[in-house]
Structures are given as structure tokens and as C-alpha cells.
């Protein structure tokens, strides 16, 4: 009894939590990235709806074709106004808009960066991207006060 084998000893405590602390504070800081991410979609989604919007209103305003172009650069400004200012990310972001005669519609792609580092090469394959289409339908008030 007397020559027992001590296994607890001093300082492996230590060893243990200097192996594992990286590891918590990695998972830490990808759960805060990963908010800061969506935080930015959501406010990327609001920017794209709310620019279809503006953009059906002024072609149901607007009647005839030759208002396309303005629309659609009027809809590219209204979504870079929506987002500017307001992403806590660093964003590369491009927005291509359409419409037909009875719809419009735009499609944003874009990608989050990455902090450069040790890691870089992994969190740039991860899914730190968007493509979001958003369309809005063009009213006819004329039929309605008629």
C-alpha cells in the first residue's frame, strides 16, 4: 500500500487545457463568424426584396418600355443604398436585374471574406456566399380605380 502509484500528476491539468483551449475559442469564433453571416443575408434578402419593390412601383407608374433602363439601374441603386453601410462583413457583391412585362426581378451573388491567415484556405471553401433571386409582381392599378 505504501509504494502506490500516484497517477494524478502535477501539471497535467495544465497540459490538457493548453491542448484544448485553441480548439474551444476556434469553435467560439466560427459560431460568431457564422452569425455575423447570416446577420448580413438577412440584410442582403431585405435589400433585394425591397429593391424589386421600388422597382415594380415605378414601372406600374411608368407606362412603356422605355423606362426599362431606368428601372433597372434605379433597382441596382436602391440595393446598393439598402446594404451600404450596413454589412458587417466584407462583402463582394453584384446584382443583375430583369424584368419582363408583368415582373421584375433581381439576382444577387456575392461572397464573404475570409481573414488571411493559417485557415484561410479552409474558410474559403466553406459556404460564406449568397445567390438570392428575388422578384416582385408589377401592378395594374389602372383596373382597380376604374
Known amino acids: ?14 497540459l490538457e487545457l493548453s491542448l484544448l483551449m485553441p480548439v474551444i475559442l476556434a469553435v467560439i469564433i466560427l ?8 446577420h448580413d443575408k438577412c440584410i442582403i434578402e431585405r435589400g433585394a426584396y425591397s429593391a424589386c419593390i421600388k422597382g415594380a412601383e415605378y414601372l406600374s407608374q411608368q407606362k412603356g418600355s422605355e423606362h426599362t433602363a431606368d428601372a433597372e439601374s434605379m433597382m441596382r441603386e436602391a440595393f446598393y443604398n439598402e446594404t451600404d453601410n450596413r454589412l458587417t462583413g466584407k462583402w463582394t457583391l ?3 436585374v430583369s424584368n419582363t412585362d408583368d ?4 439576382n444577387v451573388t456575392g461572397n464573404m471574406s ?6 484561410t484556405r ?16 408589377i401592378p395594374d392599378y389602372g383596373e382597380l380605380y376604374k
Do not use: H, P, Q, W
Request: proline fraction near 0%; aromatic fraction near 18%.
Open 1 to 14: 500500500m505504501r509504494f502506490r502509484k500516484n497517477i494524478y500528476k502535477n501539471g497535467v491539468m495544465t
Open 31 to 38: 459560431i460568431i463568424f457564422t452569425g455575423y453571416f447570416y
Open 94 to 96: 453584384s446584382a443583375t
Open 103 to 106: 415582373e421584375v426581378s433581381i
Open 114 to 119: 475570409c481573414m488571411n491567415g493559417i485557415f
Open 122 to 137: 479552409y474558410l474559403s471553401m466553406a459556404a460564406f456566399s449568397v445567390d438570392i433571386n428575388e422578384s416582385a409582381v
